[in-house]
């Protein structure tokens, strides 16, 4: 028995070629986006009372926070329709764990050179929460989309060598 992707009540939305509701994959982006947005403020002033992080800090920005908050979890999103939805295959987990990663050391690297030369270790440790928190929490999320089955498997196109080895087991 394989588990049901999230779906609203009274919505079951179009399915990709492996199950997964288009519905469950904009509601688990769209809450990610607003809860990774809330997290990053909230990291942010953390960090100000905490760690004493200095207000002006440029990686602490509204401009710099609001894409290191956004786009690490519409990336993920990205990454999980292309190895889920439009392309699913056998290295679809690895492929969105790869994309993860790399949006991930991206993100670091983005608010790591915004941050002034002199920067204090709070201030690093906050910058750099602020950038993998989204991560740390779509990733997740995502997967809860993922079949716990062989779905994804089934809905790679079969080439023959593939069926005549089958046959033959």
């Known amino acids: 028995m394989s588990a049901q992707p999230f779906s609203p009540p009274g ?23 607003l809860v990774s947005i809330a997290l990053g403020f909230a990291l942010r002033e953390l960090g100000r009372g905490v760690f004493d992080v200095p207000r002006n800090l ?15 979890v519409l990336g993920n999103g990205f990454g999980f329709f292309m190895s889920f939805r439009a392309k699913p295959h056998r290295h679809s987990m690895q492929l969105f764990l790869a994309i ?13 050179t915004k941050l002034p030369s002199g920067a204090s270790v709070g201030s690093l440790a906050t910058t750099l929460s602020v ?14 989309l993922v079949p716990r089955s062989a779905t994804v498997q089934d809905a790679v196109p079969r080439t023959s060598n593939d069926a005549r080895e089958q046959s033959r087991a």
Not at 100 to 112: D, E, K, P, R
């Open 100 to 112: 993860g990663a790399v949006m991930t050391a991206v993100g670091i690297a983005i608010s790591a």
């Open 11 to 33: 919505e079951t939305g179009e399915r990709g070629r492996n199950g997964t509701s288009t519905v469950s994959l904009r509601v688990a982006l769209g809450v990610g986006v």
């Open 58 to 72: 440029p990686s602490l920005a509204l401009s710099a926070l609001l894409p290191a908050t956004v786009f690490p």
């Open 131 to 144: 950038s993998i928190i989204p991560v740390l929490l779509i990733v997740p999320a995502l997967l809860l």
